[in-house]
């Protein structure tokens, strides 16, 4: 069983990573939190640093990264909406709860790697068609047609559909909309599609409210 339970894990972290490509590696990240929490940022949404964001100098705003520490090995994974870091041989600066995430609280600066999980529609057709294919909804409410500006958000993944039940059974009671369920081979992912881009920091801050800060927002394409 605990090879089984090993094997699983081996099979989505090698899914995960086959959406990526590196982007830069070694290039130094930092991060920025209380003096600017509140603040427009580039893109007109306002700053929260407990949100898994980023600020990067020239990347499209949606871009959703996956930043490692190359110390401790550590990831996260952000979405670009913010421009910076204007500090020479800074490539990056992530929000103060990505920072947690990545353990450079103390140091205040990281060498990382950066990859491109989604540079907005970059997704291959491949990948949207089988997940479409797989997707279950779970939310008894009826979808608008989608339009641009939308965001799926990933709450967790399991590897029991049981406990991916319990979950979304929460989500529903706590007043989410448009609950699904994605399956693959190894795991099923319980996502809250279709999130308007003026309603994506209220889903956010629900979702932290209830205890869940692991979340991955990407661009719905």
């Not at 670009?80 to 990056?92: H, L, Q, T």
């Not at 057709?125 to 909804?137: F, G, H, I, L």
């Not at 809250?192 to 927002?217: C, F, N, W």
């Amino acid at each position: 069983m605990k090879h089984k339970k090993i094997f699983v894990l081996f099979l989505f972290a090698l899914s995960s990573f086959s959406f990526a490509n590196v982007y830069k590696s070694n290039v130094q990240a930092s991060y920025y939190a209380e003096k600017y929490h509140g603040r427009k940022t580039a893109n007109g949404e306002t700053f929260n640093m407990y949100a898994m964001t980023c600020a990067h100098k020239t990347l499209p705003f949606g871009t959703i990264l996956r930043v490692t520490n190359l110390k401790n090995n550590k990831t996260v994974d952000v979405r670009v909406n913010d421009r910076g870091p204007f500090v020479k041989g800074r490539e990056i600066d992530v929000s103060k709860a990505a920072a947690q995430k990545l353990g450079m609280i103390k140091t205040g600066t990281a060498s990382v790697r950066i990859e491109i999980v989604d540079k907005n529609a970059s997704v291959s057709q491949v990948a949207k068609s089988t997940q479409k294919k797989s997707e279950e909804k779970v939310s008894p409410k009826s979808d608008s047609k989608m339009s641009a500006g939308f965001w799926d958000v990933q709450v967790a993944a399991f590897s029991s559909r049981e406990n991916a039940n319990r979950l979304a059974q929460n989500l529903l009671r706590e007043g989410f909309e448009n609950v699904y369920f994605q399956k693959t081979s190894s795991v099923v992912r319980v996502v809250i599609k279709k999130v308007p881009d003026s309603k994506l920091p209220s889903v956010e801050s629900q979702l932290r409210a209830i205890g869940q800060t692991d979340y991955i927002v990407k661009r719905n394409s």
